[in-house]
Every structure is written in structure tokens, then in C-alpha cells.
């Protein structure tokens, strides 16, 4: 089983074309967050047509999972805590959002939201609750922040979700795939993937190119691959 995890798009439209080419050589196409660019020229709502019309056609060519990121909020709930709507409210087939889980093989595939407030967080929390699997190796969650850690560090100062780190600690999944913090793989002590425990964490992080930085999950070769613009690693999945 093939995973493509790409994170932090950001509005880029060559990045999402290089997706698009390449969704077919994986069988599912996780994107961690940030769609969206907020400081973009383009408005809010012409971002979300084109970034819909393009989820609808990557589903067309693999199973895919996508969850919210800070940038891509778009609406304030009546208790005053923001949301990505837009992402709630896309109804294609094969593509899975925000407090969804899903059978994907072996794997019990968890998505969970970009959260800014006690209701959401609380929700994430009942999510991983009633989601949690017998055998956690199998578990795979997708969530835009990475833990305090390797994956979080900017080359100035960590930016870790220290909530996140306490899910993994308790509920230690196999598998997180993040994003957020861009610099983390280039900075002499962040890194693209963590081992916290029994619990595989990978950030991506993002260049600005024709081609998004990525990591390749091959689950029956036991290895992941981090790829950029002028680097390749790898690391044996234990």
C-alpha cells in the first residue's frame, strides 16, 4: 500500500496540478492541511471553487483524505469558534474530511480538524475515543500540527500542538501525518519524520516550486521517502 502525504499547498495551482499527475501511482493522497492561503490576492470564495473542483478530481483518481489546516477556515460557529465549512460541506465520493474515520486495508484512518477552541477540541477527543482501535499500529491519523518536537521547530522557536503530543502519547497510533511548520526538514535540528513512542510522525514541510515537497509511505516495503527540490532521504519503518 502506497501513501502519498503532501501538506500546505497554500493556493499554489502548479502544486496541485503536480498532485493531480500523480494521484493514480498511490492508493490514497493525504493532504494535511492548508489548501487555502489567506494572504492570497485571490478571494476566500473564488480559492474554495477552484480547491473543490480540484478535490473532486483527485478523488476521481484515488482514495483521498484531507483535513483542515489554519488557513483554511472560513466560517464562526455561533459559539464564537471558527470552522472550515466549505471542507464539511463537499460531498464526493472517495474523498474523507474532518471527523471522519475510515477503513482503508489494514488501516483505521482518522481525520481530524484544525481546532481554536474548547468545542472543537472537545469534539477531536470524542472522536478518538469511539475511533480507537484494538491494535493502535494499525491507527493513521491526519492532522494539520505536528507535537512539540523535531517536526515543529522553525529554526527559531517550536510551534508543536502540545494537545496533539498528549493524543499521541495516550493513544499511540502508528501513524501521524502533519504539516504547518514549513522550515522544520531544513533546519539543522527539525527533521520530516519523528519516532514518539510507537508512533510514526511525518511533516513534509513546503518550498516553493513546481513540485510540492512530499513524503512516499510504502507500508508493504516497510519504508517512508522524503522528497524536495535538491534532497531525498529514507528510513525504515520499524
Known amino acids: ?45 473564488a480559492q474554495i471553487a477552484a480547491v473543490s473542483a480540484f478535490l473532486r478530481d483527485l478523488a476521481a483518481r484515488s482514495t483521498v483524505a ?54 472543537t477540541r472537545a469534539l477531536i ?13 494499525r491507527w493513521l491519523w491526519i492532522y494539520h500540527s505536528p507535537p512539540e518536537g523535531a517536526l515543529s521547530w522553525t529554526g527559531a522557536r517550536h510551534f508543536g500542538d502540545g494537545i496533539g503530543a498528549e493524543w499521541i502519547d495516550r493513544y499511540q497510533p502508528g501513524f501521524v501525518l502533519c504539516g504547518h511548520i514549513h522550515q522544520s526538514p531544513f533546519t539543522d535540528v527539525g527533521s520530516w519524520c519523528e519516532r514518539r513512542g510507537r508512533t510514526w510522525v511525518f511533516n513534509a514541510g513546503r518550498e516553493r516550486s513546481d513540485a510540492p515537497v512530499h513524503v512516499e509511505i510504502d507500508l508493504e516495503a516497510g519504508e517512508a521517502s522524503w522528497v524536495s527540490r535538491e534532497h531525498r532521504e529514507q528510513v525504515a519503518l520499524a
Open 1 to 45: 500500500m502506497s501513501i502519498l502525504l503532501v501538506s500546505d499547498l497554500h493556493y499554489d495551482l502548479r502544486q496541485f496540478d503536480w498532485v493531480l499527475e500523480r494521484a493514480d501511482r498511490h492508493d490514497l493522497v493525504v493532504i494535511a492541511g492548508d489548501l487555502l492561503d489567506i494572504a492570497s490576492l485571490v478571494p476566500v470564495q
Open 66 to 119: 484531507a483535513c483542515s489546516g489554519n488557513h483554511d477556515l472560513d466560517r464562526r460557529r455561533d459559539d464564537g469558534e471558527k470552522e472550515t465549512r466549505w471542507l464539511l460541506d463537499l460531498d464526493i465520493d472517495g474523498l474523507h474530511v474532518d471527523g471522519t474515520d475510515f477503513r482503508f486495508g489494514e488501516l483505521l484512518v482518522s481525520v481530524l480538524a484544525w481546532w481554536e477552541g474548547d468545542r
Open 125 to 137: 477527543e470524542r472522536q478518538l475515543a469511539a475511533a480507537e482501535p484494538a491494535d493502535s499500529s
